[in-house]
């Protein structure tokens, strides 16, 4: 189809209804119209050196390289088919400053600009992003905000968890996919905050003063999901990285990224790869800490029998001893039984009676013994052995 | 707060399974320590046990005062 336009003349999509001419009776479609501004991209600039920093680069099939191509105010995306990238080797990693040869265009699908590429070279310094991360970076290490000996220990079991991440993105339903699984007795205080765009870095250092205003916090986790270069630029940011260094708690940084550590990362008590990572670094894992108690309560237990297996053991030591000692003193118990009965029989006032004897009792139960007991016509009472006798003294003695 | 119980609980839980399974503790010894370290283990389980994640955001009022309200998913 023929521009509806020649090329050399700007085209008034609003030159007025009223001025239709008979032959175009309607407005341009979409297509007539990218197409138009792709026949003008094409004729305005044919083949251009221009120079840019490499920003997520993705590499498909056996080579097609996708990337973007940007400086400080704008950006082009590009591609690089496999018959040229050949002749670059190795991708360059994201912030390289190159030059590229190439033929704008208009995409004409998603009706973007496009820079395809067919030769790369790099130039002398690195990327203005990459130059800009180095500076702040010169700046928090002189601070000592790296250091060592600044980083503080995750706590072993935080009751209060804070979170400073996007309120939208997938990472904060992983987050609390973590916490259910892993710790589901801590508190989680999710601070919203914008992570990317040029409100991120303002964005994120308010949520994380929140966080430092809050009372109780035990811990506190920054980051977002995965991104691309751009994406993740706030967690370079100078006041951003001060914010994280100035945080009351220990700190884990989980920005979700491919190739370098974010500022960020350095900063942070504690890096973790994705913020479900800095979950798992975060929380005590209850299983494992259910078994320990478990294996210290059959610990417990398995204590106390050994010991009075022990005690047990020496008692039933000392036991037959006892009774090894008492029995030699007294024998059989049952001869000794029979013994006893023996003697006791022997006692027994009956047995005298058996053998003859009696025993005189005056009426009222007393033994006589003598003479004067008893006086003529004295009744009395004669024991013997199978009862009693009546009986009467004769006279005085 | 951290749950510090929790974690002191543990250390003195492992202090008394080491002292119970030495050999040098009385019986009378052996079982207050025995008892402490049942209590210790039920308050132990008893932090462990499930519970209802509680997830809230902090938001900032125009007066600058911050909120903290119940999230639901």
């Known amino acids: 189809m023929r521009p509806p336009s020649r090329a050399d003349r700007p085209v008034d999509l609003f030159q007025g209804e009223t001025a239709l001419p008979p032959d175009r009776p309607t407005a341009f479609s979409v297509s007539q119209l990218i197409a138009h501004l792709k026949g003008a991209v094409e004729n305005s600039a044919r083949q251009v050196w221009i120079k840019g920093e490499v920003s997520s680069l993705k590499s498909f099939g056996k080579g097609d390289w ?36 190439g033929n704008p265009t208009v995409w004409e699908k998603k009706g973007e600009l496009k820079f395809p590429v067919v030769v790369m070279l790099p130039t002398a310094g690195t990327g203005l992003q990459q130059l800009g991360k180095e500076k702040v970076r010169a700046a928090l290490e002189k601070d000592g905000l790296f250091a060592p000996e600044r980083k503080r220990p995750l706590p072993e079991f ?15 339903h992983d987050i609390i996919i973590v916490a259910r699984r892993r710790w589901p007795r801590v508190r989680l205080l999710i601070v919203p905050a914008q992570v990317q765009g040029d409100g991120a870095p303002a964005a994120l250092v308010r949520a994380i003063g929140r966080v430092n205003r809050l009372e109780g916090v035990d811990l ?23 914010a994280i260094a100035a945080l009351r708690m220990p700190s884990i940084s989980a920005v979700g990224h491919e190739t370098d550590l974010s500022l960020a990362d350095l900063v942070a008590d504690v890096r973790a790869a994705t913020p479900s990572a800095a979950m798992e ?42 009774r090894t000692s008492i029995g030699r003193r007294i ?35 007393r033994v006589i013994r003598r003479r004067a007991d008893l006086s003529a016509g004295t009744p009395f009472r004669l024991r013997v052995s199978d009862g009693e006798v009546p009986a009467r003294a004769e006279g005085q003695a | 707060m951290t749950s510090e119980s929790l974690s002191a609980d543990l250390r003195r839980l492992e202090e008394i399974v080491r002292l119970l399974e030495a050999d040098d503790t ?43 309200e119940d999230l639901s998913e």
Do not use: N
């Open chain 1, 66 to 101: 996708y990337f973007t191509l940007r400086d400080a105010e704008s950006c082009i995306r590009c591609v690089m088919w496999k018959t040229y990238t050949a002749k670059v080797g190795e991708p360059p990693p994201d912030g390289t400053e190159v030059y590229a040869l």
């Open chain 1, 158 to 172: 935080p009751a209060v968890l804070a979170v400073v991440t996007s309120q939208d993105g997938a990472a904060l």
């Open chain 1, 220 to 242: 506190c986790v920054v980051g977002r999901g995965g991104g691309s270069r751009e994406d993740l630029l706030a967690f370079d940011d100078e006041r951003v990285c001060r």
């Open chain 1, 281 to 322: 670094l975060a929380l005590p894992d209850r299983a494992h800490y259910l078994r320990h108690a478990g294996s210290l309560g059959s610990r417990l237990a398995h204590g106390l029998r050994r010991r009075t297996e022990v005690l047990e053991a020496r008692l039933s030591r000392s036991s037959d001893r006892i």
């Open chain 1, 331 to 365: 024998g059989d118990p049952r001869a000794l039984l029979q013994r006893l009965a023996g003697q006791l029989e022997a006692l027994s006032p009956l047995k005298v009676l058996g053998r003859g004897y009696s025993v005189a009792r005056l009426a009222d139960g």
């Open chain 2, 26 to 68: 009385d019986l009378d010894q052996a079982l207050l320590l025995f008892e402490e370290g049942v209590a210790k283990l039920r308050a132990a389980r008893e932090r462990l046990s499930e519970a209802e994640l509680k997830v809230q955001r902090v938001l900032e009022d125009a007066a600058g005062q911050l909120k903290v």
